[in-house]
């Protein structure tokens, strides 16, 4: 697959992975994964990972199908043109990631651990990533779309150009996280952890409006 550049909407553009047509199909259950290694232009398939523990792994021009990583810590992980299709990554660790060109599509997030990475052009498109943890996460260019990310957390994290689209954010912690030229107007949630300030520059629909007022207990005075 080559790469090329989608706008996900006016605001957002991602630049897809760059995956050779020829990937080298491995298992991970026969090379397992160390400290520090390094996996590049390959392919794991239909594997199912549970508790493993490794460092600072790198993964280029990689596939994961049909693949469960549940419950592992890859901290310090780098992911750089990787997809994800149909996996299961709940509960795994991946703080303090470096992500950058990455797609995950179809995937079980729940619970997944992205504290303090750094995310850029990245996509999780129909997943499902309740619970998340995105504290102090650097994202730009990046797009959840068609994902629940119920009491999902950005507390404190960096956005610039991430959008939610058809994203369900309900009881998502946005405490500490500058909202600025963000569009939450296709979002969608009944209640979100933050602040008016918080929410200054933030896009919203008019509907979304009303709920504002509601949630910060003000008075529309007609």
């Known amino acids: 697959m080559s790469s090329t550049s989608r706008t996900t909407s006016d605001s957002v553009k991602i630049t897809s992975p760059k995956i050779p047509r020829q990937l080298e199909p491995i298992l991970l259950t026969d090379c397992g994964i160390e400290d520090d290694a390094a996996f590049r232009q390959v392919i794991f398939q239909d594997e ?5 523990n490794a460092n600072k792994a790198l993964f280029d021009q990689t596939v994961f199908q049909n693949v ?5 810590s890859l901290k310090h992980v780098e992911l750089t043109d990787v997809v994800f299709n149909h996996c299961d990554l709940s509960n795994a660790d991946f703080s303090d990631a470096i992500i950058h060109r990455a797609q995950f599509n179809h995937c079980k997030i729940l619970g997944l651990d992205l504290t303090a990475a750094t ?3 990245t996509s999780f498109h129909h997943c499902t990533g309740d619970y998340a ?3 102090f996460a650097n994202m730009k260019q ?3 779309r068609s994902t629940s990310l119920l009491k999902s957390d950005f507390y404190h994290s960096e956005l610039y150009k991430v959008e939610f689209d058809e994203a369900i954010i309900d009881q998502a912690q946005f405490s500490g996280t500058k909202l600025a030229g963000i569009d939450l107007s296709r979002a969608d949630f009944h209640n979100l952890g933050c602040t008016l300030e918080d929410l200054k520059g933030c896009i ?3 509907a ?3 709920l504002f007022t509601k949630i910060f207990g003000l008075v529309v005075k007609e």
């Open 48 to 52: 199912q990972i549970s508790y493993l």
């Open 68 to 72: 469960t990583l549940e419950h592992v």
């Open 119 to 121: 995310i850029r052009n």
């Open 133 to 135: 943890a995105l504290r």
């Open 142 to 144: 990046v797009s959840f």
């Open 204 to 206: 919203i629909s008019p």
């Open 208 to 210: 979304q409006a009303i």
